[in-house]
């Protein structure tokens, strides 16, 4: 379906200026009419005044009201006759009504508000203009803030993931017509996006892991390359909704961790890595250390040592140096031998 933008129904203030000076003249015809009916005359003015009276708020209805950046989908008798968009005061058939299948779903997201209920005391008026607020389709850019999801990695490791999505709707026709409820829609199609694209990654970087799908092992991963990760969601999510007639604008991870149940093993798996690299660092800077205290021992020939004299000193120092505790002095008075 095709989106009709209504371009020509701003008048609606004169439609309301012709409709309060019909009222006047009604109410005139009325009082008028009496006065003519008293003096014997006939009451075709007093009748014509009070058809009018009763029957001229048959057009306010058609009076639309809108603000920046919202739409009405309007239809007649079940026919789509158009959109109106853009702020201003609009006149249309006021047998037209508005239709907006998702004005009452809530979703964690800009722009929704908990609905306020009206008292069974408050008046039709009321109502009817909270059923009319209701059914207008916001156009600014909206951002769904879905729940976090546990998703098995590609590596099988199960990690929990949230995202946030900034989107907009761009063709009204589409969001109201081809799906049942357009914000159900688009929070459904997130799940499922994010699902297809997270399993093909690792949480960290992984050795023979292909997550391009070129055949070549790369270092791609939840953690390191989010910004990729983000943009193959949101290329995955508009393939999906274009249909509904929303734009996709950008995809974001919001949270990502392992799962409770294995975030204490993998917590201590980064722990022994972190140790493991840092001892390495520090073998390679004391080793470093010691061969160049042997050599300027040797340039400045401050000590001449045997190799098993050097082997001991190798030996100290490397306990010093490596050690996790300041060392403890001992003072040798006697002879190696």
Request: hydrophobic letters at 45%.
């Amino acid at each position: 379906m095709k989106e009709i933008v209504l371009t020509h129904k701003k008048n609606g203030m004169l439609v309301l200026l012709l409709l309060i000076l019909l009222y006047l003249l009604s109410l005139a015809g009325i009082i008028g009419g009496g006065f003519l009916i008293d003096a014997g005359r006939s009451p075709v003015v007093f009748i014509l005044g009070m058809l009018i009276f009763c029957t001229g708020w048959i057009l306010i209805p058609g009076l639309k009201v809108l603000k920046p950046q919202e739409a009405l989908v309007l239809t007649l008798f079940g026919k789509y006759v158009g959109t109106l968009k853009g702020d201003g005061f609009y006149f249309v058939n006021p047998f037209c009504t508005a239709v907006n299948p998702a004005a009452k779903t809530k979703l964690n997201q800009s722009g929704d508000v908990s609905s306020v209920t009206i008292p069974a005391a408050a008046n039709n008026n009321s109502s009817a203009s909270m059923e009319l607020t209701s059914k207008k389709i916001s156009l600014k850019i909206m951002t769904l803030n879905n729940n976090r999801q546990k998703i098995n990695d590609c590596l099988g490791n199960p990690i929990e993931i949230g995202i946030a999505v900034t989107w907009r709707i761009v063709d009204t026709a589409k969001a109201v017509f081809h799906v049942d409820n357009y914000k159900e829609y688009l929070s459904l199609q997130c799940d499922s996006a994010l699902r297809n694209i997270v399993r093909l990654y690792p949480y960290d970087v992984a050795p023979n892991v292909d997550t391009t799908g070129d055949g070549i092992a790369d270092d791609g991963s939840l953690r390191g390359s989010s910004e990729i990760v983000a943009g193959r969601i949101r290329d995955e999510i508009q393939c999906r909704v274009e249909e509904a007639g929303i734009e996709i604008i950008e995809a974001r991870i919001t949270y990502l961790a392992y799962a409770t149940e294995i975030a204490a093993v993998m917590l201590q798996r980064q722990q022994a890595s972190a140790i493991i690299d840092a001892r390495k660092m520090i073998v390679d800077g004391a080793v470093g250390m010691v061969e160049m205290a042997l050599e300027r021992l040797n340039e400045n020939q401050v000590v001449t040592l045997d190799e098993e004299r050097k082997a001991a000193m190798v030996s100290n120092l490397l306990v010093v140096l490596c050690g996790n505790h300041d060392a403890q002095p001992v003072v040798n008075s006697g002879s190696l031998y």
